[in-house]
T-cell receptor, first 116, second 117 residues
Framework: AQKVTQAQTEISVVEKEDVTLDCVYE???????LFWYKQPPSGELVFLIR??????QNEISGRYSWNFQKSTSSFNFTITASQVVDSAVYFC?????????????FGGGTRVLVKP | GAVVSQHPSRVICKSGTSVKIECRSL??????MFWYRQFPKKSLMLMAT?????????EQGVEKDKFLINHASLTLSTLTVTSAHPEDSSFYIC?????????????FGPGTRLTVL
């Protein structure tokens, strides 16, 4: 069965510090997709990135970067030079090709608090 | 990204009444929609998957007679909480994807906060 673990429940940093969110997943499928979503206090989940299991290239988008390592089944997310607006709960999620309806399995989430 | 709306954003109702929540994909046709429930400071729990024109598939432990789901068109799915009780109070979130492909991203609505008195 698929499983996503976000070991850090809460991280507190001061503005401009970097913060890395860990995500470890379990799957028996060879074809799968990994996602990161941001949930600000308003509640809406905002899509950040999707990565397929065959593409291990790291990705950078502005202050966000992602490190996908199949060897360790990890898909970590780094926010560089954090800002107060980055305060939110971040969810890592997994979708397997063989899962009925291709449903998402979410990790428990990591709450990031960026203090001014 | 694609836009998904939910209505209402907040609802307060009395115990025993039924509440309907709408989920709409505004700029794409959603063959598949998902309904989640989220308790405070917890992760999202999938309740059911609905495909347009067919019956919803419920996750284990979710009462299908309690949580009625209808996906009547490619842009609208509804969740009706029947005979609501205080324990049904929660944050309900829908998501939609354009096709059945695993590669497609799920886009989420803004959520509906239900409070049952």
């Amino acid at each position: 069965a698929q499983k996503v673990t976000q070991a850090q429940t809460e991280i507190s940093v001061v503005e401009k510090e970097d913060v890395t969110l860990d995500c470890v997943y379990e799957t028996r499928d060879t074809t799968y997709y990994l996602f990161w979503y941001k949930q600000p206090p308003s509640g809406e989940l905002v899509f950040l990135i999707r990565r397929n299991s065959f593409d291990e290239q790291n990705e950078i988008s502005g202050r966000y970067s992602w490190n996908f390592q199949k060897s360790t089944s990890s898909f970590n997310f780094t926010i560089t030079a954090s800002q107060v607006v980055d305060s939110a709960v971040y969810f890592c999620a997994l979708s397997e090709a063989r899962a009925a309806g291709n449903k998402l399995t979410f990790g428990g989430g990591t709450r990031v608090l960026v203090k001014p | 990204g694609a836009v998904v709306s939910q209505h209402p954003s907040r609802v307060i109702c009395k115990s025993g009444t039924s509440v309907k929540i709408e989920c709409r994909s505004l700029d794409f046709q959603a063959t598949t929609m998902f309904w989640y429930r989220q308790f405070p400071k917890k992760s999202l729990m999938l309740m059911a998957t609905s495909n347009e024109g067919s019956k919803a598939t419920y996750e284990q432990g979710v009462e299908k007679d309690k949580f009625l789901i209808n996906h009547a068109s490619l842009t609208l799915s509804t969740l009706t909480v029947t005979s609501a009780h205080p324990e049904d109070s929660s944050f309900y979130i829908c998501s939609a994807k354009a096709s059945g492909r695993v590669s497609d991203t799920q886009y989420f609505g803004p959520g509906t906060r239900l409070t049952v008195l």
